[in-house]
């Protein structure tokens, strides 16, 4: 303020490198942070990287369980009772499974047929899943304490649909999270893995349906 009471006003001088009113925009280009390692690894360790590996272990947990089944049938000695008790347990884990099996591709030729999406057909799929392997695993408990003559080459022939069926199951499971995933047409591959898998399927299920249907009838 002067001596005669007029104001005055004061500004503050202006900063080298700095606009007035506003921040001014820098001319060097920004890099981009790189990721840290943490971050890397991160992003390389996600689940979906572990997805063929838990088949594996899956397919190599079912092989040891048919293996540990046959050897426990050679030590079992059931009597009468217990014998017709795991005929009926064999008999109803069939209907099961092979009924799971049956409408499973019952969808996908709905699919097939233009009467169903494939969103459905395979959603209607994934649940049988569980009903299925319930009934694959009710036919190997209940076939251990049938004790099946492991010196038959027809038994051996079953065992084998049997465990062609638990790794073909395992593959099922994959392949349907496959084509979960599709959007638009299904790739032919897909198709074919599909037509060879169901195909496989029905071949051992009724493969061991008429065997275990000729032991039983000897």
Known sequence: MLDNGTPVRITEP???G????HRRASSVPIRPRRPHRDETLLVASKPSDHRPYAAYLAVAASILLL???VWL????????AWHDLALFAHLASLVLGLGAVLVAD??????AFGRATLTEAVRSTSRLHLLVWAGLAGLVASGTVLKPDLDSPATLVKLGFVLVLTVNGVHAMVLGKAMAQVDG???????VRGGLTTALSQICWWGAVVIGFLNANR
Do not use: D, I, M, T
């Open 73 to 80: 049938s050679s030590q079992l000695h059931p009597n009468a």
């Open 185 to 191: 047409p299904v790739p032919r591959r897909l198709l």
């Open 14 to 16: 202006e900063r080298p």
């Open 18 to 21: 700095r606009a007035v009113g």
């Open 67 to 69: 293996v540990g089944a």
């Open 106 to 111: 019952y969808f996908f030729a709905l699919w």
